[in-house]
């Protein structure tokens, strides 16, 4: 009978830690808040300091030390551009809405896993697909596709972050790196975003 039971209590405990070892999968929803700089190669130093925010969802697995995580976020923010010779307008520059889709991809380590709280730090890339862009005049919405306005319609960006898990809360900042050319113009355009994300595990 002893045998019988200790044969069982290895079993369970065989179990136990087979399944402690499983890769561990969370869906998180959030949004956030973003300031995205763009540095222009003109000679001159030029930049823009815009915001924009932005909100989705993303997939998480999780595995002793390791992690890795997709997103799929809505983003929108802003540029100044030069308005296309077809616009029939006095002004010459004017704030454009950016509407864009992103999928960013993030592999990292977990310093800190306890029961209630978890730090990550990841690297990746963010590849993002440029949807739209629209400008209001006066009363009127004029809309246009990204290179209608000198924009790329796909960028990528290497991504380097940190997010910290409190309960089902999620705490997340990330810098964002421009890798290709932000602009389709002559000279190189450069893209810096900080995002400050909040979220929550389901």
């Not at 369970?12 to 956030?32: E, H, M, W």
């Not at 809505?74 to 308005?83: D, G, S, V, Y």
Request: charged share 20%; with cysteine.
């Amino acid at each position: 009978m002893s045998l019988r039971l200790l044969i069982i209590a290895c079993i369970t405990l065989f179990a136990a830690s087979a399944n402690a070892q499983r890769p561990k999968l969370d869906l998180k929803a959030y949004g956030g808040y973003h300031t995205h700089i763009y540095v222009y190669k003109d000679g001159m130093g030029t930049r823009d300091v815009l915001h924009g925010w932005q909100a989705g969802f993303g997939l998480r697995v999780s595995r002793r030390k390791l992690m890795a995580e997709v997103g799929f976020l809505w983003i929108r923010n802003n540029i100044l551009l030069a308005l296309p010779d077809s616009v029939v307008t006095a002004l010459e520059v004017d704030k454009f809405k950016i509407n864009s889709f992103e999928v960013p991809i993030k592999v990292g380590f977990v310093p800190v896993k306890e029961a209630f709280f978890k730090w990550y730090v990841y690297t990746g890339l963010g590849f993002r697909f440029n949807t739209k862009t629209r400008v209001d005049i006066q009363d009127e919405t004029i809309k246009f596709k990204p290179k209608e306005v000198g924009l790329n319609w796909f960028n990528i960006d290497y991504i380097l972050g940190t997010q910290f898990d409190i309960g089902v809360l999620n705490l997340e900042v990330l810098y964002n790196l421009g890798v290709n050319n932000s602009s389709r113009d002559g000279f190189r355009t450069n893209s810096h975003e900080i995002h400050f994300n909040i979220g929550f595990w389901f």
